[in-house]
């Protein structure tokens, strides 16, 4: 059973471009949480999505950023009209249950994104 | 060694002995805590967990203490080991929430040998 899979591990985009982060979580977890980590910071969060659901996305800038986690596929974590200071490390969780987390909720080794 | 977690973002220990490593929560209501140890390039991982009805839990070399009067958490680590380098976070929930956790600013563990 693999971990957390995110892709790209380091993304590299011009301003005003889009960025697409994908998250694959462990087989048999339906629930996803997206964080942010600026550098020498904590992680924020930003959104919980459920299959075909938006839980909570409180955390979520109100514009240029979108998520989604579809019936079938990733978890896409989506930034249109990318500026300097959306340069983070990207990171989401899977887990079988809302609020589980314990050994059983994991963390995906994270996106790397650069906007230049 | 001691820290005081977002005051001392660093700590630096000797080899072999027992590391403190403290944080201050923000919400009276969170029920639920978890520290998670990050390596560098790579996600958080867990470390050990406790919920608001315990004072104290102890896991392999960690203990985690819980102070609800003055909102306070902190992780021990004894006998430290070079592998337990690594920025250590505080995270906490409300479980009745939607179960996000939220996470303190985080703690620099340097072990020297």
């Known amino acids: 059973n693999a971990g957390v899979m995110q892709n790209p591990r380091h993304l590299v985009r011009r301003r005003g471009q889009e960025a697409r982060l994908r998250c694959s979580p462990m087989?048999?977890?339906?629930?996803v949480y997206w964080y942010r980590q600026l550098p020498e910071e904590g992680l924020k969060f930003m959104v919980y999505?459920?299959?075909?659901?938006?839980?909570?996305e409180s955390g979520m800038p109100k514009e240029r950023f979108s998520a989604e986690f579809p019936k079938e596929g990733p978890s896409i974590l989506r930034i249109q009209q990318v500026v300097r200071g959306d340069s983070a490390a990207y990171f989401c969780?899977?887990?079988?249950?809302?609020?589980?987390?314990?050994?059983?909720?994991?963390f995906g080794q994270g996106t790397r994104l650069t906007v230049v | 060694g001691e820290s005081v977690g977002l005051h001392l973002p660093t700590l630096s220990v000797q080899e072999g002995d027992n590391s403190i490593i403290n944080c201050a929560y923000s919400n009276s209501a969170s029920d639920y805590f978890i520290w998670y140890k990050q390596e560098s390039g790579k996600g958080p991982q867990f470390i050990i967990d406790?919920?608001?009805?315990?004072d104290k839990r102890q896991g392999q070399r960690v203990t985690v203490l819980l102070n609800k009067t003055v909102k306070h958490l902190s992780l021990q680590i004894a006998a430290t080991q070079p592998g337990d380098s690594a920025v250590y976070f505080c995270?906490?929930?409300?479980?009745?929430?939607?179960?996000?956790?939220?996470f303190g600013q985080g703690t620099t563990l340097q072990v020297k040998p």
């Open positions: 087989k048999g977890h339906s629930h």
């Open positions: 969780a899977s887990s079988p249950r809302q609020g589980t987390w314990s050994t059983e909720a994991f």
């Open positions: 406790i919920r608001s009805n315990m």
């Open positions: 999505l459920q299959k075909e659901n938006i839980i909570d």
């Open positions: 995270a906490e929930n409300i479980m009745s929430n939607t179960g996000k956790l939220i």
